[in-house]
C-alpha cells in the first residue's frame, strides 16, 4: 500500500487503527442484534397489547437521537461506547426484526412444533432461527455497514484511535490516498462479509429473500 | 394514534412555517453579534440566550430550521430522482454493481472522501448548497436499488409489452405508463430519506464537516455540546437538540401509519 500525504505507510496506520474499530463494531453490532431482536419478540409474541407500542416508542425514541449526540453524552458519562452501536442499531434493525418474526411466526412449520409440545428454546433455535437464518445473515451484513457508519463520528467525537478517527482526520487534511485506501478496505471487508453470508445461505439450504 | 397524528402533523407543519419564514419570526439576523451581551443567559431580549460571538441563539435555531426545511427535502428530491433516473436509463449490470458497491460503503464515510474534496475558501452559501448536493448525490443507491427492483417486475408485466408493442415511445411509456406504478415507491423513498438526512447533517455538523459558519444548520447547532461543562452549566444549550427529536419523532409517527395501513392491506 502507498504511503499517506504525511509520508506515513498506510499499511502501517490501519493496522494501528482497526483494532480499536473492530471491537467497537464487534460488540456494538452483537449488542445491537440482541436488543433489537428482544424487542421484536416480545413486539411479536406479547400477549399485552401495550407491549409493542411501548417497544415501538422506544425504537422510535432512540431514532431521533443523532448517534453522535449519543456518543458524546456516553463518553461524558465514561459508559461503553459499543452501546452506542448498539442502541443505534436498535431503531434501524427493529422493523426488518419484526417483518420477520411475524413471517415466520405464521408458517405452518412452527404451528406444527408448537402444537407437538416443542418447548421455547428448542423453537427460537431450531425452527425460528433455522427458518430465517438467510435473511437474519443479510441484515447482519447491513448491521455491520450501520455500525461502521456510525463508529465515524463516535470514534471522531470521543477520542477513540480507530478507523473512523482516522477516516475525519484524512477528510480533514484532505489526505486522498489514505481515504481511498480506507474507502477499498472497507468497501473489500463489507463484500467479503456479504460473501461469506451467501456461502452460509447456500450451506444451510435456504434462499436469500 | 390518530390523535398522534394530528398532534405530529401540527407540530410539524408549525415548524416548517416558523422555518420558511424565517425573517418574520426571527428577532435578529442569525449572523448579529451584540458584543455586550457574550454567552448570556436566557433573558427577555435573548430567549434562549447567545453564543460566544453573542448571537442570538433563538434567531439562529430559526433559521437554522429553515435550511433544513429547504434543503433536507431538496436533497432527498435529488436522490429519488437519481435513483429513479440511473436505474431507467442505466443498464442493469451497471446499476446492480454499483449498488452494491455505494451500499457497502458507509453512507457518511462516502460523504467525508466527497465532502474533503471540495475546495477550502468556498462562501458559506455555496458551502450549504454543496453540502447538500452532496448528501443527495452520495445517497442515490438505496433508492436505485428498490426502484431497479420495481422496475424488473413492471419489465414483466403484459401491460408494457402491449406499450411498446403499440410503438408508443421511451419517454411516453416512462411518463405515462411507467411512473404512475412508480409513484408510491419513489413517496415512500423520499419520506424515509428525509429523517436519516436530518441526522446525517446533525452528525455532520458536530463533526464540523457540516454547514459552515456563520450560516446556521441543526448539525452546528449542536456543537456546542462537545463541551458538557458548558451545557451542564447552561441547559438551554439542549434546545436544538429537543427541535431536532422533536421533529425526527413527528416524522417517525407520520410515517409508522401508512406503514400499518399498508401491512393492513397486504396480509388481510
Known amino acids: ?209 | 394514534m390518530k390523535l398522534a397524528r394530528a398532534i405530529s402533523m401540527l407540530l410539524l407543519a408549525l415548524i416548517v412555517i416558523v422555518g420558511l419564514a424565517a425573517p418574520l419570526f426571527a428577532p435578529y439576523k442569525y449572523d448579529q453579534q451584540f458584543r455586550e451581551s457574550i454567552a448570556s443567559p436566557p433573558s427577555k431580549r435573548f430567549l434562549i440566550g447567545t453564543d460566544d460571538v453573542g448571537r442570538d441563539r433563538l434567531s439562529r435555531l430559526i433559521y437554522a430550521t429553515r435550511i433544513s426545511v429547504l434543503l433536507v427535502p431538496a436533497a432527498a428530491l435529488l436522490s429519488v430522482a437519481l435513483g429513479l433516473g440511473i436505474s431507467l436509463v442505466g443498464p442493469r449490470w451497471l446499476i446492480s454493481g454499483l449498488t452494491t458497491l455505494f451500499l457497502s460503503l458507509p453512507w457518511i464515510f462516502a460523504f467525508i472522501v466527497m465532502r474533503s474534496e471540495l475546495p477550502l475558501n468556498t462562501s458559506p452559501a455555496v458551502s450549504v448548497m454543496l453540502t447538500f448536493a452532496l448528501m443527495g448525490f452520495a445517497g442515490w443507491a438505496y433508492p436505485a436499488r428498490v426502484f431497479s427492483g420495481s422496475l424488473r417486475q413492471i419489465e414483466q408485466s403484459d401491460w408494457l409489452l402491449c406499450c411498446r408493442a403499440s410503438g408508443m415511445p421511451f419517454l411516453r411509456i416512462a411518463g405515462r405508463c411507467i411512473w404512475p406504478h412508480l409513484r408510491s415507491v419513489a413517496v415512500a423513498q423520499f419520506r424515509v430519506l428525509i429523517p436519516a438526512y436530518i441526522l446525517s447533517e446533525a452528525s455532520l455538523g458536530l463533526l464540523g464537516l457540516g454547514v459552515a459558519e456563520p450560516l446556521p444548520s441543526w448539525g452546528t447547532m449542536l456543537l456546542e455540546l462537545r463541551r458538557p461543562d458548558l451545557v451542564q452549566a447552561n441547559p438551554w444549550l439542549l434546545t436544538p437538540l429537543c427541535l431536532l427529536m422533536v421533529v425526527m419523532v413527528c416524522l417517525e409517527i407520520l410515517d409508522a401509519t401508512p406503514r400499518k395501513a399498508t401491512a393492513g392491506e397486504i396480509t388481510s
Open chain 1, 1 to 209: 500500500m502507498a504511503e499517506s500525504l504525511h509520508d506515513q505507510p498506510i499499511a502501517g496506520l490501519l493496522r494501528e487503527r482497526i483494532k480499536p474499530t473492530a471491537w467497537l463494531i464487534g460488540w456494538g453490532t452483537a449488542g445491537g442484534c440482541l436488543l433489537a431482536g428482544l424487542l421484536a419478540s416480545c413486539a411479536v409474541w406479547s400477549a399485552h397489547p401495550a407491549v409493542p407500542v411501548a417497544t415501538a416508542s422506544v425504537s422510535g425514541l432512540l431514532l431521533a437521537i443523532p448517534p453522535a449526540v449519543l456518543g458524546l453524552a456516553f463518553f461524558f458519562l465514561q459508559a461503553p461506547l459499543a452501546l452506542v452501536i448498539a442502541l443505534a442499531l436498535v431503531p434501524r434493525l427493529y422493523g426488518t426484526l419484526i417483518a420477520i418474526l411475524q413471517d415466520v411466526n405464521v408458517s405452518p412449520m412452527l404451528i406444527a412444533a408448537r402444537a407437538r409440545g416443542v418447548g421455547p428454546i428448542v423453537i427460537g433455535f431450531r425452527y425460528i432461527a433455522g427458518a430465517a437464518a438467510s435473511r437474519l445473515t443479510a441484515l447482519l451484513g447491513i448491521a455491520v455497514v450501520i455500525a461502521f457508519g456510525t463508529a465515524v463520528p463516535v470514534e471522531a467525537l470521543c477520542d477513540v484511535p480507530g478507523l473512523g478517527q482516522l477516516a475525519w482526520h484524512a477528510a480533514t487534511a484532505r489526505d486522498l490516498p489514505l481515504l481511498c485506501a480506507l474507502a477499498l478496505i472497507i468497501t473489500s471487508g463489507v463484500t467479503l462479509l456479504h460473501a461469506m453470508g451467501d456461502i452460509l445461505n447456500a450451506g444451510l439450504g435456504g434462499e436469500r429473500a
